[in-house]
């Protein structure tokens, strides 16, 4: 997947993300969006499941930042899924 790296044991259900846009998560917007697609960084699961030095290079942010985003997402997909 596109270099993307994993954390481990910080899955999420995969139910229902194909229609999930990242504009969705606090503190990503159209511009952030676009810098983590074009890090292969495709859909909200996607960006859950990277590891944080993965979302930081894609997206130019900060470790604290990505590893917010990373949570945000988390909990975004299990909200959904109830």
Do not use: N
Not at 15 to 31: K, L
């Amino acid at each position: 997947m596109g270099g993307v790296g994993t954390r481990s044991g910080r899955g999420v259900e995969r139910s229902g993300e194909s229609g999930r846009h990242f504009e969705t998560v606090d503190g990503i917007g159209p511009t952030y969006a676009e810098r983590l697609r074009q890090g292969g960084i495709r859909r909200i699961v996607d960006l859950a499941d990277s590891d944080v030095d993965a979302v930081t290079d894609a997206a130019g942010v900060s470790v604290e930042e990505a590893t917010e985003w990373g949570d945000r997402t988390t909990t975004i997909e299990r909200t959904a899924d109830d």
